[in-house]
């Protein structure tokens, strides 16, 4: 589905673009896609030399649930002392908090096509779960246990 916009990236940038083809939900729940994404960038990443990349120059990049992605394994690869840091991440419209569904992001944008809020609940179930028999919890929220959303509402908050 993306292998247009790499190779425009690609010839755009003068970049070489891999793009990994990721186990999908709801056949494959989480973690499944995050460690297909994570194993095949530690792979890359110890075998820059063969593909002549210069280890400075690595970044992620994912839209959607790929976002998501990117955005994990640029955090657990963070703190690896044994892999060239990555030098960027690049998230397109990133799926990144599932925790709290009526922000003021998904109260503005509920209308707006393509990823309507419900879309958006419904996906995050899919990947998380397999399914999504618990919609209408998630959507009020009270998916998520008060000692949890408080712990979070640092930085998942209409605040």
Same mark, same amino acid.
């Given at each position: ?73 640029? +955090?657990?690869?963070? &703190?690896?002392?044994? *892999?060239? %840091?990555? =030098? @960027? ?6 799926? $990144? ?9 998904? +109260?503005?944008?509920? &209308?707006?096509?393509? *990823?309507? %809020?419900? =879309? @958006? ?6 990947? $998380? ?19 949890? %959303? ?10």
């Amino acid at each position: 589905s993306h292998e247009r916009i790499c190779q425009y990236i690609a010839k755009e940038s003068d970049s070489l673009v891999v793009s990994v083809g990721y186990r999908l939900a709801p056949e494959h729940k989480y973690p499944a896609a995050y460690e297909d994404c994570l194993s095949a960038t530690q792979h890359f990443l110890q075998h820059l030399q063969h593909y002549a990349v210069d280890p400075a120059r690595v970044a992620v990049c994912g839209d959607s649930a790929g976002g998501n992605l990117a955005a994990a394994v640029s +955090q657990t690869l963070a &703190g690896s002392s044994h *892999l060239p %840091r990555l =030098r @960027a991440q690049i998230l397109i419209y990133p799926g $990144l908090q599932a925790l709290d569904f009526n922000l003021p992001s998904y +109260q503005q944008n509920r &209308g707006v096509p393509l *990823l309507f %809020r419900e =879309r @958006a609940a419904f996906f995050a179930l899919l990947y $998380l779960k397999g399914d999504a028999l618990h919609m209408q919890e998630v959507l009020e929220g009270s998916h998520i246990p008060p000692d949890m %959303r408080l712990k979070y509402s640092k930085w998942v908050s209409p605040d």
